[in-house]
């Protein structure tokens, strides 16, 4: 199971840490993709990060802004959001995939297998 938290209401410029919690299996075992759906939208990509060789991944629209990170000793993985724009405002979820072709497919929806409760980030103007 995943667990994502650390959503809230920020102002426009904040910074904002997002956590993903495995339970049952370590984090270590999985890949793992953050996405965001705002309303009315389809839910997009944000970041991932492969579950070994330190590889990450974001959409262009948070590249420079978002930094994902993994601490496995925690089996948790970090949403670092930073410069926050009212456009950054959706609920945010963490998934987990343990695809062998991570590499072409890390910002599929359908590459996830297991999905924690969204966190709502609000960021005001």
């Known amino acids: 199971q995943l667990q994502a938290c650390g959503g809230g209401l920020v102002q426009a410029g904040d910074s904002l840490r997002l956590s993903c919690t495995t339970s049952?299996?370590?984090?270590?075992?999985?890949?793992i993709g953050w996405f965001r759906q705002a309303p009315g939208k389809e839910r997009e990509f944000v970041a991932a990060?492969?579950?070994?060789?330190?590889?990450?991944y974001y959409a262009d629209s948070v590249k420079g802004r978002f930094t994902i990170s993994r601490l496995n000793a925690k089996n948790t993985v970090y949403l670092q959001m930073s410069s926050l724009k009212p456009e950054d405002t959706a609920v945010y979820y963490c998934?987990?995939?343990?695809?062998?072709?991570?590499?072409?497919?890390?910002?599929?929806?359908?590459?996830?297998?297991?999905w924690g409760k969204g966190t709502q980030v609000t960021v005001s103007s």
């Open positions: 998934a987990a995939s343990t695809t062998a072709s991570y590499s072409g497919l890390y910002d599929n929806v359908g590459s996830y297998a297991s």
């Open positions: 049952g299996r370590a984090v270590s075992n999985y890949h």
């Open positions: 990060k492969r579950r070994s060789g330190d590889v990450s």
